[in-house]
């Protein structure tokens, strides 16, 4: 997408990301969680958010579907869209990770081109991506949207998994199979990642 830099200065304040993170007592990071639907991604954001603010910590979640709600309601699900989609996101959790806020984003981000292209909006300490790893047919048994039933109708297209790849992770900081773990412990799993990265003290 072609962006107009017109009249356009980039302004520093003065306070810095070191100042703010030292003040939430925590690095702030951008913590991306990928998957398909129904493995178990929201849950998760949404239990380690309530696990790192009990902490005392700044944490926010970026949730897939209520970004469509507002800031990206007029995007659709063809590829473009959706690349579209994640690069906002990556720039909005950039500003929150710069405000010193540990960020989680929880989207499906089925290409490997964008995933790479979010990772390079951060330094190498900044971004976490975790495979939040569930089969098909398990993802599909869980179905709590009933989104699989739909696309197997053909109801919804371009629909990750049906009628649209979804590409694994080659290298992701950590997967977490939520075949296998419940979302207690895979929260757990992630948390104890975290403070094993010195990201929080305790």
């Excluded at 989680?104 to 790893?133: N, Q």
């Excluded at 992701?172 to 003290?201: G, H, R």
């Amino acid at each position: 997408m072609t962006v107009k830099k017109m009249n356009i200065t980039r302004h520093e304040g003065k306070v810095t990301k070191e100042e703010r993170c030292s003040r939430n007592q925590a690095n702030s990071v951008l913590i991306w969680l990928t998957g398909l639907s129904a493995s178990g991604k929201s849950t998760i954001a949404y239990e380690l958010e309530r696990l790192l603010f009990d902490a005392g910590r700044s944490v926010y979640v970026l949730d897939g579907d209520n970004v469509r709600y507002g800031l990206n309601k007029d995007l659709g699900f063809s590829e473009d869209d959706r690349r579209e989609n994640l690069r906002r996101i990556g720039e909005i959790a950039k500003l929150f990770v710069d405000a010193g806020v540990i960020t989680i984003a929880a989207f499906i981000s089925p290409y490997r081109y964008d995933r790479r292209m979010i990772r390079s909006l951060f330094s190498e300490k900044g971004f976490i991506e975790i495979y939040v790893r569930c089969p098909l047919e398990v993802c599909e048994e869980r179905d709590p949207k009933g989104l699989y039933k739909k696309a197997r109708k053909g109801e919804i297209p371009n629909f990750t998994g049906v009628s649209d790849p979804y590409e694994i992770p080659e290298h992701p900081e950590l997967i977490v199979d939520t075949s296998l773990l419940s979302a207690d412990e895979s929260v757990d799993m992630i948390f104890q990642y975290i403070k094993a990265k010195k990201i929080i003290d305790n």
